[in-house]
Structure formats: C-alpha cells, structure tokens
C-alpha cells in the first residue's frame, strides 16, 4: 500500500485548506485511513480518521467542527477539509493507513498504524 499526500501550503489564519490522500497498491476492504500531523518540537498526532466506506469518521476535539476527513471510493483519495485554520494548525501532515476495521477505540495511537504517506507541510500565518 502507497500513501501520497499532497494539499499543503501556505495560508493566513482563518483560512481554509484541502489535503488529499491517495492510496494505491494492495488494499483492502476492511482498512482505515487517518490524518495525523507533526508540530515543530511536538510529537505526531492523531487529528481525523475514515472507515474504507467513508461511512463513519472521527476526528480529535481539537478540530471537531472545522475540520472533516471524508473518502472519494472513485479516486481512491482521502481528503482533509479544514477550516478557520490558526497558527496552532501549523504543521507537518501525515495520511497513514491500517488493515483494521474502523473501531473508534483503535484509530489515535500511531502504532496502530501500517503504512504512511511521506507529509505534507500546512504552515498558518497569522
């Protein structure tokens, strides 16, 4: 399985971004995709998750309500909506992927994860 992100850039605060995920290579119809994301001097953290059917999502209190994560089955592709983004939003995003059921229980930890795309880098200016 093979992870592209793309999307990043540069946006003043308030603004809004759409990251997309495209997967490719082997998959399955079981697994779930998730967005985390890498601040300067911060650990990697969990920010949304999407079932295979894009049917249920989750995404982290911290972004609940200006950010939604949804799945295109056509194009393969995950994206990353987010909104009234802040300075705070700033950093590196990560799409990754597991070969698991979406289980709200099992989508946060980062070793839950099997396969990641290479970054992409969201900066906010305020």
């Known amino acids: 399985v093979q992870l592209q992100a793309s999307g990043g850039g540069l946006v003043q605060s308030g603004g809004s971004l759409r990251l997309s995920c495209e997967v490719s290579?082997?998959?399955?119809?079981?697994?779930?995709t998730a967005w985390f994301r890498q601040a300067p001097g911060k650990e990697r953290e969990f920010v949304a998750g999407v079932s295979w059917s894009g049917g249920s999502t989750y995404v982290t209190d911290s972004v609940k309500g200006r950010f939604i994560i949804s799945r295109d089955s056509a194009k393969s592709t995950v994206y990353l909506q987010m909104g009234s983004l802040g300075p705070e939003d700033t950093a590196v995003y990560y799409c990754a992927a597991n070969r698991r059921p979406f289980d709200t229980s099992r989508l946060v930890g980062r070793d839950l994860y099997d396969f990641w795309g290479q970054g992409t880098l969201v900066t906010v200016s305020s």
């Open positions: 290579g082997r998959t399955f119809s079981s697994y779930t």
